[in-house]
């Protein structure tokens, strides 16, 4: 299932954004969806993951307390919450199917196409 991101743009220091992750299959409800994201020239990084009933959420350290992920499973959507975004935050966001091992999520399938949050100082 190939996922695509959306919602992203420029916003102040402590401003807040909401990033949207489309699917095209309904069976996109029956999957662990995350968000990640990645500067350029750098590793791509988790940021936060939701189980497919939406009952369990995981968060990087770094966006614990400002990032919120939930779903709407009827209308095949995930969403990124963030809220006092700070410079570092700044990157290109993607979402992905999941899977779960050995504590650490890993995105499977291949990835869609991300969307740039930029956060000005």
């Known amino acids: 299932v190939q996922l695509q991101a959306s919602g992203g743009g420029l916003v102040q220091a402590g401003g807040s954004l909401r990033l949207s992750c489309a699917a095209s299959e309904r069976t996109f409800s029956y999957i662990a969806v995350g968000w990640f994201r990645q500067a350029s020239g750098k590793e791509r990084e988790f940021v936060a993951a939701?189980?497919?009933?939406?009952?369990?959420?995981y968060y990087a350290d770094s966006v614990k307390g400002r990032f919120t992920i939930s779903r709407d499973n009827a209308q095949d959507t995930v969403y990124l919450q963030m809220n006092n975004l700070k410079p570092e935050d700044t990157d290109v966001y993607f979402c992905a199917t999941v899977l779960r091992r050995d504590g650490s999520w890993y995105p499977v399938g291949a990835w869609g196409q991300g969307t740039l949050v930029t956060v000005s100082s």
């Open positions: 939701i189980t497919w009933r939406g009952d369990f959420t």
